[in-house]
């Protein structure tokens, strides 16, 4: 790996549009994450979703990345509502290298609450 821990993913989730954006991912790919109950599905989706939490994050920034065969794990850490959170973005990649999968976990428990209930109102803000 060269470069920043998680330099290659930010590159993809600022990408100008959806186009460019969706060029990364598979047609199905499912974002499961530690604070929804229903996963999300398809890059405009997946997109839309990105560009809510990144407004959400008092800051954010990923600390170290590994991968292993056709995964990605990029630990992050950050600030939310003035409180810190960390996590675990993974990436898993189809045999094309486009990315299939991504997992977001966040932590400690009353962020994870938070966050969802963040994340919820603004989602239906929409």
């Known amino acids: 790996m060269s470069g920043n821990p998680g330099e290659r993913w930010m590159a993809i989730i600022r990408r100008d549009t959806l186009q460019e954006f969706a060029s990364a991912f598979t ?4 974002l499961a994450l530690s604070t929804a109950e229903d996963p999300i599905v ?3 989706a997946v997109r839309h979703f990105f560009g809510i939490i990144r407004t ?3 800051s954010i920034a ?3 990345e590994t991968t292993n065969g056709k995964r990605t794990y990029l630990e992050w850490e950050g600030e939310f ?5 960390s996590g675990v973005t993974v990436l898993a990649y189809d045999d094309e290298g486009l990315i299939r999968a991504v997992q977001l976990y966040h932590k400690p428990f009353q962020q994870v609450v938070a966050f969802a ?6 989602l239906w803000a929409q």
């Open 42 to 44: 398809g890059p405009p």
């Open 81 to 85: 509502l003035g409180e810190p959170v």
């Open 62 to 64: 990923f600390v170290h």
């Open 117 to 122: 209930a963040g994340l919820s109102r603004r």
């Open 56 to 58: 959400m994050y008092d």
């Open 27 to 30: 047609d199905d790919v499912e």
